[in-house]
C-alpha cells in the first residue's frame, strides 16, 4: 500500500506471533510484488479457485488478511469483490469447515438483508424450491447435509451484495491433519468441487501448507469425477516462499521506525538490524525467519518512554542473551501470565533429575504438541485439550489446565492458537518457531538429565574404587586417559586434512568411541575430546559432499536443473532434481524402469574377445535429449521412454567402425555424442556424429561424420552441456617460448604466450583468440607443445579458460539461433585472491587422471557474478566473484574461496559440473573402472553451510547426514580403518551397510 494513502496505524509495531489484520495493513510490508501477482492471477475471468500455499511462518495468513483482501476491495472493475462479515473476511477452517462456513454465512445473510432493508431495496429470492440454511439445520444436519443449502445460500448473499462473492478459507490443512470425521472432509470437498462447477458468480481462495498440498489435491478429484470443466482451467495455484532476503527483512523490520508518517518512538542504531538478520537466518537456517523476527523487535522496543526515543543497539539485543534466550523468553512469559503455580515437586521427580520449575514442567506439556519428523523436521501438531491436561497431569501440574491453556491463547504475547470446538476445544502453537525452540529445549534437558545419572553413577563408583584399589590406580587411569584423548585428536586431525571418505569415517568411529567413557578417570571428569570430534566434523563436512553414490552413468540436463543416474544392475534410471535451497536429504523423486537385455559389463573385455567381435564394448552413458527426456546408452544401444514404453534404438554400425576402435558415447547438450579416435601415430583424427531426436528416431545411418585432426596425446574432445553452442572444443597452443615473464624464470617457467580455442559443429568451426595470458608450462612439456588447460562454458554467451595458477578467463560472445554469433568486448581476467588461497602452485590445474580427458574445470554464472572450480592436488578449488563484480573493471576482477578450504575430493575424476545458478558442484569419477562412475555433489549454498554449523543440529543429525556424504561406494568397509588402530566395535559407523 502507498505510504501516502495510509490512514490507520495500529498501536504496536510489531506483531510477535499473531499474524497481520486489515488494521495491520500499513505495517504489512516487502509483499507488493506476491500480492500484485495475486491479483492477476485470481481477476482472471476463467479463475474459480486459487490455492494458496506456502511453507509454515511463510506468512500466508498475514497475506490474505493485510495483503491480498484489501486489494481485491480496491478493484474498480465491477462489480467488485465481497467477502463475508467480520474477521477480515477470512474464515478459519478447522475439522469442519462446511459447518464454520454456513455459520459465518448466516450471519453475513443477516447483515446483507438488513443494510437492504435499510436502504428500502427488496431483498432477491430464490425459488422455493431451493431450501436455504437454518439455524436449526446448524444444529441437527450433518456436513453433508448442509452443502446443497449452503450453496443456494450463497448465490443468494451473491445477488444480495451486487458483487462476486469471495469465500476465504484459511489453514485447510486442519481438515486434513485432525478431521472429525471422513464425512466432514468429504462434505468439504464436494462444496469446493461445486462451486468450481456451478455457474454463479461465487470464487474461492484457499490457504494451505505446502507439505499438504499434495494429500490436499489427492481429495479434490474435480477432473476424475466431472469432464463439463471450465474451458481455460479455473484452479490456479500460487507458491508464497518466506522471506529470507536480507535486505528486504531489514527493510520491513525498519518500516516501524523510519515510515516518516507514524512516530513509535524508537529506531535502530546503524547496522543493527543487518546484525540480528543474520542473526535469525544463521538460527533458522531451513525455517521461516519472520516469526522470530517479529519477536525479537517486539521485545528489543517495548519498553519505550512516551516522549523519548528509544534507540535499539546491538548490545541491548546481546545483553537480552539474542534470538535464542528472546524465544525462551517469549515462551515462559505466555507461560507464567497464564499460570501461577507454585505447587512443590515430589521427591522423586527430583531423584530422576527432572526440574524442579514449574515453568519447565509447562514447556514439557507443551512438548506433546511437537513433532520431530524425519531429516530434523520440527513441525507444530494439534492436541485436544483433554491430551494436554493428561499430560499436564502426568507432569506433576495439578492446577485447572484449561483455563491456563485458554490464557495462553488470548491477547498478544500468546503462544498458543485456539482450535475445535467450544464444546471440544483443541490447541497448536501458533508458530513452528516456537516448536523448534522447545525441541532444542527439549534435548538439552535431555542432556542434563543423562550428565546428572552419570554424575551419579560416577560419584558412586568412584567412592568403590578409591576404597578398595587407591589413589595409584587413579593416577593410572587418567594417564590412559590423557593418551585416549591425544590419539583421538590426532585422528581428528588427521581427518580434517584427509581428502575422501576415509576422513568421515574417521570422525565417526571417534565419535562412537568418545560416545562411551572410557575408564574411572572418564566418569569423574569428563573429556571435552567428544564435543571437539563433534566441532571437527562440521568443519569436516562443511568440505565434503551433500551426495555420494556409485552408478553406472551420470549425466546433467541441459538446462542444470535435473541429474541422470543409471544405475550398476537393475536397470533404472534414477532422476535426481536439483533442490532450489537447501536441504539435508537428498530428494529422490522418482526411479523410472529400464528394461534393457543384460548389461554391456557382462560380456568380457579381453582383447582376445573385443578382436573376435571387431568391436569394444563401450562404456554406457546417461543424460537427456531434447525432446525425449531421461535417455540411457548400454552396449551400443539407446534406450528413453514413450510415455510408458521404453523404446530402444541401436546405434551400432551407424557411426562406422571397420577397426573396431571403442566408441564413448555422451549424452551432453542435449543429444547423443558418439566419438571415435581413428589411430595415428603423428595425428589422429576424431570422427563425431550427434544424434539428436530427429536423427535417433529415423533409424537411419548417421551422416558423414566431422574429422579433426588432433595431436595423439591431445585430449579427446570436450562436449559441452549447453545446446546452443560449440558442440566440441580444443585449444591449440600458439604461445611465444622466448617470452618469459622474468629474465631467470625458474621451472616451472611463467610465460606470456597466446592460444586459441576452436570450438566445431556441423556447419561451420569458430576458433576463439586468447592473447597475453600467462601460461605456466614445464620444460618437458614444451617439446611436445602441451600446457596444463581447460576450458567450459558457464551459460550460452560466455566461455571459460583456465590456465595454471589462480586465474582463470572469461570470454564473451553474442549468439543468435543457428550459428556461433560473433566475438564481443574482450577477454576478463578473474583472479583468486584472500588470506589462504596460498601459491600460484597451490592452485596449479590438476592434469586429468588420464591422458585422453581434459583437466576438471567448471563455471556458473550466479547472481551478481560467477563461480567457478577446479581440481587442485589437494581436492577442488572451488570460488566466486566478489559481489561488486559488475562495477569492476572490465579487464579484470576478484575471486574469493566459497570455504576456508578445498572440497575434499580425490585427484581424480572425468567431468565437472554445475547446476543451474551454481548452487551445486557436481564430480563425475572413475569408480575403479571403466564401467562405473562415483558421483560426488556438494551443496556450496550459505543455508547449508548455516545448517551444518549452527548448534541446533544435532549429533544424530550430523551423523546421518555424514553416512549419506559416505555414500554407498563400496569403499567405506572397516578395512578402510585398520591404519588408526580403531576398534572393531567402531569400525562400521554407519552400521552393516559400511
Known amino acids: 500500500m502507498d505510504a501516502a494513502l495510509i490512514t490507520y496505524w495500529p498501536d504496536e509495531p510489531y506483531r510477535e506471533c499473531d499474524f497481520y489484520t486489515t488494521r495491520d495493513a500499513a505495517l504489512f510490508r516487502e509483499r507488493f510484488t506476491e500480492v500484485e501477482d495475486c491479483v492477476q492471477l485470481f481477476t482472471q475471468y476463467h479463475t474459480k479457485v486459487l490455492l494458496l500455499h506456502g511453507s509454515t511462518g511463510a506468512g500466508k495468513s498475514s497475506f490474505l488478511r493485510a495483503g491480498l483482501i484489501p486489494a481485491l476491495q480496491r478493484v474498480e472493475d465491477p462489480p467488485g469483490y465481497a467477502f463475508m462479515e467480520d474477521d477480515d473476511g477470512v474464515i478459519r477452517c478447522t475439522d469442519d469447515p462446511v459447518r464454520m462456513i454456513a455459520r459465518r454465512m448466516l450471519g453475513t445473510i443477516d447483515a446483507a438483508r438488513q443494510r437492504l432493508l435499510a436502504r428500502s431495496r427488496q431483498v432477491p429470492k430464490l425459488r422455493e424450491a431451493e ?160 516469526p522470530a523476527l517479529q519477536v525479537v523487535c517486539a521485545t528489543l522496543t517495548r519498553d519505550r518512554d512516551p516522549g523519548e526515543l528509544l534507540v535499539v543497539t546491538v548490545e541491548h539485543y546481546q545483553s537480552l542473551g539474542r534470538i535464542g534466550r528472546i524465544l525462551d523468553r517469549f515462551i515462559d512469559h505466555s507461560v507464567t501470565a497464564a499460570t501461577r503455580s507454585t505447587q512443590p515437586l515430589r521427591s522423586l521427580r527430583s531423584a530422576m533429575g527432572m526440574t524442579d520449575s514449574p515453568t519447565d514442567r509447562w514447556r514439557s506439556t507443551l512438548m506433546t504438541m511437537v513433532s520431530e519428523q524425519s531429516g530434523g523436521v520440527v513441525v507444530a501438531i494439534p492436541r485436544s485439550e483433554a491430551d494436554l491436561a493428561r499430560a499436564a497431569r502426568a507432569q506433576g501440574l495439578t492446577e485447572p489446565v484449561g483455563p491456563a491453556l485458554r490464557a495462553m491463547a488470548e491477547g498478544r504475547g500468546g503462544i498458543l492458537r485456539l482450535m475445535g470446538t467450544e464444546d471440544e476445544p483443541a490447541y497448536i502453537l501458533k508458530h513452528d518457531t516456537l516448536a523448534l525452540r522447545l525441541s532444542r529445549w527439549h534435548q538439552q534437558q535431555i542432556g542434563v538429565r543423562r550428565l546428572r545419572r552419570k554424575a551419579a553413577i560416577a560419584g558412586g563408583v568412584g567412592v568403590a574404587v578409591f576404597a578398595v584399589i587407591g589413589t595409584a590406580l587413579l593416577i593410572t587411569s587418567f594417564s590412559s586417559l590423557y593418551a585416549h584423548d591425544a590419539s583421538i585428536r590426532l585422528r581428528n586431525n588427521f581427518a580434517e586434512h584427509e581428502a575422501g571418505n576415509r576422513s568421515l569415517m574417521v570422525l565417526l568411529a571417534n565419535l562412537a568411541e568418545t560416545r562411551q567413557r572410557y575408564n574411572l578417570a572418564d566418569y569423574l571428569w569428563p573429556s571435552p575430546v567428544h564435543e571437539e570430534s563433534i566441532e571437527a566434523l562440521r568443519r569436516t563436512l562443511l568440505r565434503a559432499p551433500w551426495f555420494h553414490d556409485r552408478f553406472a552413468a551420470a549425466g546433467m540436463s541441459p538446462d542444470g536443473t535435473e541429474l541422470a543416474l543409471l544405475a550398476l544392475e537393475n536397470n533404472q534410471m534414477q532422476i535426481l532434481h536439483f533442490p532450489e535451497g537447501a536441504v539435508d536429504e537428498v530428494p529422490q523423486d522418482h526411479l523410472r524402469p529400464l528394461h534393457m537385455p543384460a548389461a554391456a559389463s557382462d560380456r568380457s573385455n579381453s582383447a582376445t574377445e573385443s578382436a573376435r567381435t571387431a568391436r569394444m564394448p563401450s562404456p554406457p552413458a546417461a543424460g537427456f535429449v531434447i525432446g525425449l527426456g531421461p535417455t540411457a546408452v548400454r552396449d551400443g544401444q539407446a534406450y528413453y521412454w514413450d510415455g510408458e514404453t521404453v523404446v530402444t534404438r ?83 597452443d600458439r604461445a611465444d617460448n622466448g617470452r618469459d615473464a622474468t ?252
Not at 546405434?651 to 589411430?679: C, F, K, M, Q
Not at 574429422?707 to 591449440?732: E, H, K
Open 131 to 290: 431450501s436455504l440454511l437454518s439455524e436449526d439445520a446448524m444444529a441437527s444436519a450433518s456436513s453433508a447435509a448442509l452443502v446443497a443449502p449452503l450453496l443456494n445460500s450463497l448465490n443468494l448473499l451473491r445477488r444480495m451484495m451486487g458483487k462476486t462473492l469471495v469465500l476465504v478459507v484459511d489453514q485447510a490443512e486442519e481438515v486434513l491433519t485432525h478431521p472429525r470425521g471422513e464425512e466432514c472432509t468429504e462434505a468439504f470437498f464436494q462444496l469446493i468441487e461445486e462451486i468450481y462447477l456451478r455457474d454463479f458468480d461465487v470464487r474461492l481462495i484457499i490457504s494451505l501448507r505446502t507439505e499438504y498440498y499434495g494429500r490436499f489435491r489427492n481429495h479434490l478429484r474435480i477432473q476424475d469425477r466431472y469432464r463439463a470443466l471450465p474451458s481455460d482451467g479455473g484452479l490456479e495455484l500460487y507458491l508464497l516462499e518466506p522471506l529470507r532476503d536480507r535486505e528486504v527483512l531489514i527493510q520491513a523490520l525498519d518500516w516501524p521506525a523510519a515510515n516518516g508518517q507514524h512516530d513509535y518512538g524508537f529506531k535502530f542504531a546503524p547496522d543493527v538490524l543487518r546484525f540480528i538478520v543474520d542473526d535469525a537466518l544463521a538460527f533458522l537456517p531451513n525455517a521461516a525467519v519472520t
Open 650 to 732: 541401436d546405434l551400432t554400425g551407424r557411426l562406422p567402425n571397420d577397426d573396431g576402435s571403442l566408441i564413448r558415447y555422451e549424452i551432453v547438450g542435449g543429444a547423443i555424442n558418439a566419438t571415435r579416435r581413428t589411430p595415428g601415430i603423428r595425428s589422429r583424427q576424431t570422427q563425431f556424429v550427434r544424434f539428436d531426436r530427429a536423427l535417433l528416431e529415423s533409424g537411419q545411418p548417421a551422416p558423414a561424420p566431422t574429422l579433426v585432426s588432433t595431436p595423439p596425446f591431445q585430449p579427446t574432445p570436450l562436449f559441452d552441456n549447453t545446446s546452443s553452442i560449440g558442440r566440441y572444443a580444443s585449444y591449440s
Open 743 to 994: 629474465d631467470s624464470a625458474p621451472e616451472p617457467a611463467v610465460q606470456i604466450g597466446e592460444f586459441s580455442v576452436e570450438l566445431h559443429q556441423p556447419g561451420g568451426d569458430l576458433r576463439i583468440p586468447f592473447s597475453n595470458i600467462p601460461l605456466i608450462r614445464k620444460q618437458h612439456e614444451q617439446t611436445r607443445g602441451r600446457l596444463t588447460l581447460a576450458f567450459s562454458t558457464g551459460d550460452e554467451t560466455t566461455f571459460a579458460v583456465k590456465p595454471s595458477g589462480r586465474s582463470f578467463y572469461l570470454r564473451d560472445w553474442s549468439s543468435t539461433p543457428g550459428e556461433l554469433g560473433r566475438l564481443k568486448d574482450g577477454v576478463r581476467k578473474i583472479t583468486l585472491v584472500g588470506e589462504n588461497v596460498g601459491t600460484d602452485e597451490d592452485n596449479r590445474l590438476l592434469p586429468a587422471q588420464w591422458p585422453f580427458l581434459n583437466p576438471l574445470f567448471a563455471v556458473a554464472r550466479i547472481e551478481h557474478g560467477w563461480r567457478a572450480a577446479w581440481m587442485v592436488g589437494n581436492g577442488i578449488q572451488a570460488v566466486e566473484t566478489d559481489d561488486d563484480f559488475d562495477r569492476t573493471s572490465a579487464n579484470g576482477a576478484n575471486a574469493r574461496q566459497i570455504l576456508s578450504d578445498v572440497l575434499m575430493s580425490n585427484p581424480t575424476g572425468a567431468r565437472l559440473s554445475f547446476s543451474k545458478g551454481g548452487h551445486f558442484l557436481v564430480l563425475e569419477e572413475n569408480g575403479g573402472d571403466w564401467r562405473t562412475v562415483d558421483v560426488k555433489i556438494w551443496d556450496l549454498g550459505l543455508p547449508w553451510r548455516n545448517m551444518i554449523m549452527d548448534p541446533g543440529t544435532d549429533e544424530a543429525k550430523l551423523i546421518k547426514i555424514t553416512c549419506r556424504a559416505i555414500g554407498n561406494t563400496g569403499s567405506s568397509g572397516p578395512d578402510r580403518l585398520k591404519l588408526f588402530d580403531i576398534s572393531p566395535q567402531f569400525a562400521r559407523p554407519c552400521g552393516e551397510a559400511s
